[in-house]
């Protein structure tokens, strides 16, 4: 599992950590796209009209195969504990 999220973390497949309503999936899906969240959410829905149920089984996948993004520390000042 660790090699999947290691190959979509370098392709740009993450879910962020901000601007998530759910898992995440749609916003990830956006940035990596260029596209804002709410227009990948939009076409996420209008998907499941075109080929229902679909979304039903690729969006719990994406979501366990989606890494979340990882937090920014400044290499000098790592945060106690770590």
Same mark, same amino acid.
């Given at each position: 599992?660790?090699?999947?999220?290691?190959?979509?973390?370098?392709?740009?497949?993450?879910r962020?950590? /901000?601007?998530?309503?759910?898992?995440?999936?749609c916003?990830?899906?956006?940035?990596? #796209?260029?596209?804002?969240?709410?227009?990948?959410?939009?076409? #996420?829905?209008?998907?499941? #009209?075109?080929?229902?149920?679909?979304?039903?089984?690729?969006?719990?996948?994406?979501?366990?195969?989606?890494?979340? /993004?990882?937090?920014?520390?400044?290499?000098?000042?790592?945060?106690?504990?770590?």
């Amino acid at each position: 599992m660790k090699t999947v999220h290691d190959s979509l973390a370098r392709q740009g497949l993450v879910r962020p950590r /901000e601007g998530r309503m759910l898992g995440g999936v749609c916003a990830g899906l956006g940035r990596r #796209f260029g596209l804002d969240p709410w227009i990948a959410r939009l076409l #996420f829905v209008l998907i499941l #009209f075109v080929i229902p149920g679909s979304q039903i089984l690729i969006y719990p996948i994406l979501w366990i195969l989606m890494p979340s /993004e990882q937090p920014y520390y400044p290499a000098q000042n790592p945060p106690a504990g770590y």
